[in-house]
């Protein structure tokens, strides 16, 4: 059996943010399910999903000073600057991390592992909220 809906994620700041708890709350379905799998596909090309370290908050940190200084703004090579000096870098990152996620469900919840959890990256100065539409496979 198949299910889908639309979630939103609420606006933040530009970084890598823990969003795990805040997707897992707006499907209630989950807690139903025993086995199956959830695909996350974000909705926008200035943004991203990843998993990654969930306990020390130094590694968001360290991820977004990585990828700042790895996609820098105003290199002078960008044409696609109508947006701000954000935008194409932004586009980059995305390409780089990715928009959309497939985990297992175990139980009731994602089955990721102990120190694993969900990132948004967000890559725009000033962004509002980021739209996935989360897809379920279950039993």
Known sequence: MWFQKNIQLSGRKRGFHLVTDEIEQQIPELASLTVGIVHLFLQ?????????????????????????????????????TYEGEDDMPAHIKTALIGHSLTIPIRQGTFALGMWQGIYLGEHRNDAGGRNIVVTIQRE
């Open 44 to 80: 926008h090309t200035s943004a991203s999903l990843t998993i990654n370290e969930n306990a020390d908050a130094t590694v968001r940190i360290d991820m977004e000073a990585h990828f700042n200084r790895y996609v820098p703004e105003n290199a002078p090579y960008y044409q696609h």
